[in-house]
């Protein structure tokens, strides 16, 4: 039952969004984005190239070198945030559309995210007059006054991904915008929606012309934005093979990064928890957006002695996901994002079928749906950790269980990995979550469940990343940190004498 077709929610599908205005692309080219549960068009978008990169770039650098905007109060500019967060309320159902169209999430799931995004931007824009952007310290160097200031680091190019990109968009641009960044978005070719929407909601918003920028490329003209002497950090949200690359550009030119790369997070079942209750959790989240979810649990490791009892238990649970249309609501899972990526997981199944594991259940594409780009919830047993399917991310709906020795095993083994975004430890015994936890090398470790908070901080250890994305940890990478050294204490901090 896929939704009747309606209007396109943002009005400038084949312009980019450079300097405050709606332009053409110089390249004069276009990318169509396919609907993943029809393999229709959904929409087609302009698409950028190097001359549109640096026009974007100059307008960013031009918007914070003489703009306004980096001179403004932190307070003055969370008022434009906060008008961003009524205007995104405003929009949630846009953004609940537009999402199932251009990565096969579940529109229910798309609903209830897109109503909590404003909250991100309220969060920082909430820290203007909360985070101490200006400290005083003792100084030994013979100033009167020793003043800490964290200035915006500049320039930010954010470059977002297909899966989660409303999301992603605002753990970079809201943090950039109250630190005093201008900030060019370069959206997914296959999801560039959620971006054109926000351009939109910035214009609308009253943002001086350049703050916000947003165009849609691909690799060639991506590359030219990471290269772009005018580019001060980018924040990178994508696959660790991308991740690499963009980070040794930068180091030529000592460029400052965030990176939030992928994962191949372990949920570790102590043999104090019941296996039934662990594989009712473990699947029924592995579903969510398809398992195009960077930190899913998708290595489950179980002593040897129960590993078939969670192997049966855990197909039986993910053999009953009713994979379907993402608008239908009794859909529990729908397609992934694209062609190639449904060509990417099966490539995956079927090395896990070669290498001999046992197959619980999926492994293929749903017989009743004939068109789309859908593959079946899969769970493949008597994992090899070495293995292809237990060491690269997959980044589709395919769990591999792990049997391990003991205990101490038990966590080797999660630690046996090349990444280090999230982890789950399943036991009763909330010391024992807590000694394991601080034993796995992984940005997040929670407690019998998946666990993610932003509030916090999200990233990861080893190649999942470097920084943190989220609260206050996410706010610091798009500052400078500066020492002030003065014979006396500047008039804004000076306090009042008290009253005669």
């Not at 790369?261 to 592995?286: F, N, P, Q």
């Not at 997959?394 to 966590?411: H, K, Q, R, T």
């Not at 999942?464 to 990478?477: T, Y």
């Amino acid at each position: 039952m896929t939704q009747a077709p309606r209007d396109l929610p943002f009005s400038h599908a084949d312009k980019l969004f450079i300097g405050g205005e709606w332009v053409a692309s110089s390249s004069g080219e276009t990318i169509d984005v396919i609907a993943p549960a029809t393999e229709e068009l959904f929409v087609r978008v302009a698409a950028a190239g190097e001359d549109d990169i640096n026009r974007a770039v100059a307008a960013a650098r031009e918007a914070f070198d003489t703009g306004p905007w980096p001179r403004m109060t932190h307070v003055e500019r969370a008022g434009y945030m906060k008008e961003m967060a009524r205007l995104l309320e405003e929009r949630a159902a846009d953004v609940a559309y537009i999402w199932p169209n251009e990565m096969g999430i579940l529109h229910s799931t798309a609903t209830a995210h897109a109503a909590s995004v404003s909250g991100l931007y309220k969060y920082y824009a909430g820290l203007a007059t909360r985070f101490p952007f200006e400290e005083e310290h003792r100084t030994f160097s013979g100033a009167k006054v020793g003043l800490l200031v964290r200035e915006p680091v500049g320039v930010v190019g954010a470059i977002i991904p297909w899966n989660g990109p409303i999301s992603l968009i605002a753990f970079k641009l809201a943090p950039a915008l109250i630190a005093g960044c201008t900030v060019v978005i370069k959206a997914s070719p296959e999801a560039p929606g959620h971006a054109l929407l926000m351009a939109e909601i910035a214009q609308a918003a009253g943002l001086p012309p350049g703050v916000v920028n947003v165009v849609t490329a691909d690799r060639g003209p991506s590359e030219a934005l990471v290269r772009h002497p005018g580019i001060d950090k980018i924040a990178f949200t994508g696959s660790t093979v991308a991740g690499k690359k963009i980070a040794s550009i930068l180091g030529g030119r000592m460029a400052r990064y965030t990176m939030e790369l992928g994962g191949k997070s372990a949920a570790v079942i102590m043999d104090d928890y019941d296996v039934e209750a662990a594989a009712r959790t473990i699947a029924a989240a592995a579903p969510d957006m398809t398992g195009q979810v960077c930190a899913s649990l998708t290595r489950v490791i179980v002593s040897r002695n129960r590993h078939n009892q969670l192997l049966d238990a855990l197909s039986a649970k993910m053999g009953k996901v009713q994979v379907g249309d993402p608008f239908d609501p009794a859909s529990g899972m729908g397609p992934l994002s694209t062609a190639r990526q449904r060509e990417r997981v099966e490539s995956y199944i079927a090395k896990g079928k070669a290498d001999g594991f046992t197959l619980g259940t999926g492994g293929s594409r749903p017989a009743h749906l004939n068109r789309g780009f859908y593959v079946e919830p899969t769970v493949f047993g008597h994992v090899d950790n070495g293995s292809a399917i237990a060491q690269e991310e997959i980044f589709g709906p395919v769990l591999s269980v792990i049997p391990a020795d003991s205990e101490a095993d038990l966590l080797a083994i999660a630690n046996d990995s090349p990444f280090g975004l999230n982890g789950s430890i399943f036991t009763n015994d909330i010391d024992r979550a807590y000694a394991a936890g601080r034993e796995l090398r992984s940005g997040t470790v929670g407690h019998n469940s998946i666990r993610m908070d932003f509030s916090i901080a999200f990233g990861g250890f080893k190649q999942s990343g470097v920084g943190r994305e989220g609260g206050i940890e996410g706010l610091r990478p798009y500052l400078e940190t500066k020492v002030l050294l003065l014979d006396g204490m500047p008039s804004h901090r000076q306090k009042e004498a008290p009253d005669a």
